[in-house]
């Protein structure tokens, strides 16, 4: 009997490795395609730091993806979402972002799907507000950090291997990277070339990439369990089949309907809940304030590299911000002229096709709150990405 009584722990071992190294691919019908349609607005951090939904939908070839951050779920009839819905145009999208994602999340994320992304066209839209003195600090890059796109790259012998440690000294800067000590190990002995640390991160490797199956697994079941955005705010009726013209009217009246509480260009819900209460302590308050001079901007040029390095085709998109309420708090016009300038300067000299709304700052109903592009501004972006499709 003594024989068979490691039988039961051989048995468990081999099981578990077969469910770790089983392609996640073979398990897909646990997912239906209505599960993958819910994903496409679910604007979950599980979904952006995990591989399983992106795979899948980066595979459809009239996939015509929007990475961004908290704008993306500025939801109302003329989203890009609920607009190509009622409007088909050839292809389909999906919102990649939120409140807090910045370009190293989405640098992480573009190294991850370099497979996915050659000849891929892609919207990403980019955020002044990003651009702060300090950059992306460590409270706001947790939130949306993943640990399995950080192994990924740990792991990856096909992006470029300069890009590839510039990321990684990037990384190494924040908490969540230098408290995994596997991790860290293998990125410490990549940017040194293989000077420090050769041994720990020869043995750190193989316990990475057990890891990284984990994660996988875990991402899989993360999937499965997902749950849909209900509020997307749909109008069909008001948005299909309109001209250009017809859309900035409605796109008008829906945001005049909105704003009726102040002369800031603020709608009514998010003036009352965030402003009106301290309006005299806001004024002039970011008169100190600059977008010039960031770390985001190398953390940009990561991600314009990453996407160079895929082959994908992505059109940036510079937003503007409210500039009654940037002049109102004390922001200079022509500083913010000078970030404008300097962020489009970056993507032209990347050769990637650029839309400017930099200078809608006093359009009516471009932004509906402070910063973040909604109503009319939809309508504009809607005609671009039907337009750059077609190219």
């Known amino acids: 009997m003594r ?49 399983y ?9 009239n996939m015509f993806p929007i990475y961004g951050s908290s704008e993306l779920n500025r939801f109302d009839p003329f989203h ?52 702060t003195e300090t ?27 300069q890009l590839k ?15 995994d000590f596997v991790l860290s190990t293998i990125y410490e002995n990549e940017v040194t ?13 193989p316990v990475a990439l057990i890891n990284k199956k984990l994660m996988e697994k875990k991402d899989l079941y993360y999937s499965i369990m997902a749950e849909p955005l209900e509020k997307l705010h749909a109008n069909p009726e008001m948005v299909a089949g309109k001209s250009f013209e017809q859309l900035k009217k409605h796109a008008d009246e829906y945001g005049s309907q909105r704003i009726t ?21 806001l004024k002039d308050f970011r008169k100190h304030e600059s977008y010039t001079e960031s770390p985001e901007y190398e953390d940009f040029q990561m991600v314009l590299d990453v996407l160079k390095d895929a082959g994908a085709k992505p059109m940036f998109v510079s937003i503007p911000v409210n500039g009654k309420w940037y002049d109102y708090a004390g922001f200079p016009k022509e500083r913010r002229e000078e970030y404008y300038a300097k962020i489009n300067k970056q993507v ?7 839309v400017d709304f930099t200078g809608y700052e006093y359009e009516p109903h471009f932004i509906s709150d402070t910063i973040h592009i909604s109503w009319k501004g939809w309508v504009y972006l809607d005609r671009e990405m039907a337009d750059y499709w077609k190219q």
């Open 348 to 354: 032209q000299n990347a050769g990637f096709p650029l």
């Open 135 to 161: 950059g992306v600090d460590d409270f706001h890059f947790s939130p949306n950090y993943s640990m399995l796109q950080s192994y990924d790259l740990a792991l990856n012998n096909k992006m470029d291997p």
């Open 80 to 131: 890009p979402y609920n607009y190509f819905k009622a409007n088909d145009e050839g292809f389909t999208t999906y919102l990649h972002g939120r409140g807090g994602t910045q370009s190293i999340h989405h640098f992480l994320n573009f190294a991850e799907q370099e497979g996915n992304l050659k000849n891929k066209k892609l919207v990403f839209i980019i955020s002044p507000q990003w651009f």
């Open 261 to 281: 509480t102040n002369d800031l260009s603020i709608n009514d819900k998010y003036y009352k809940k965030k402003i009106e209460f301290k309006l005299d302590e």
């Open 193 to 205: 070339d293989g000077v420090k640390y050769p041994i720990k991160a020869a043995l750190a490797k």
């Open 3 to 51: 024989k068979y009584a490691f039988l039961p722990l051989i048995i468990a071992v081999i099981l578990f490795l077969v469910f770790l190294f089983i392609p996640n691919k073979w398990l897909g019908f646990l997912i239906s395609d209505k599960d993958v349609e819910h994903s496409k607005t679910a604007l979950n951090p599980l979904m952006f730091q995990g591989e």
């Open 53 to 61: 939904f992106q795979n899948r939908l980066l595979q459809e070839p």
């Open 165 to 179: 440690k510039k990321a990684m000294e990037r990384l190494l800067q924040f908490d969540s990277v230098q408290r």
